[in-house]
């Protein structure tokens, strides 16, 4: 079993960053993809960015809507990863979940509230 515990939601201006942090624990695989997905009200669930660990090796993606904007990184010795936003935009609000999946199996955090607006 894996636990993901996110952090670093909130109200933020547009044009505005945050950072959100998601702590993994438990039994992670070694070879795995942990990151972020975003749901707005009336929207279905979308990828915003993942990056892939196996070895020593990381591989990185990110939707089109958030490249140049949003950075993904992890802290392996940690088991976190943390998703920099910056130049946010409204459209950006929604609920921030953290993910991992690796061995067969997916893992969903309880998700972090991200709303951009004046």
């Known amino acids: 079993q894996v636990q993901l515990v996110e952090s670093g939601g909130g109200l933020v201006q547009p044009g505005g960053s945050l950072r959100l942090s998601c702590a993994a624990s438990?039994?992670?695989?070694?070879?795995?993809?942990m990151g972020w997905y975003r749901q707005a009200p009336g929207k279905q669930r979308e990828l915003v960015a993942r990056?892939?660990?196996?070895?020593?090796?990381?591989?990185?993606d990110y939707a089109d809507f958030v490249k140049g904007r949003f950075t993904i990184s992890r802290d392996n010795a940690k088991n976190t990863v943390y998703l920099q936003m910056s130049s946010l935009k409204p459209e950006d609000t929604a609920v921030y979940y953290c993910?991992?999946?690796?061995?067969?199996?997916?893992?969903w955090g309880q998700g972090t509230q991200v709303t951009v607006s004046s």
């Open positions: 993910h991992l999946e690796g061995s067969g199996s997916d893992y």
């Open positions: 438990g039994n992670i695989p070694w070879s795995n993809f």
């Open positions: 990056e892939r660990v196996r070895g020593i090796t990381n591989y990185r």
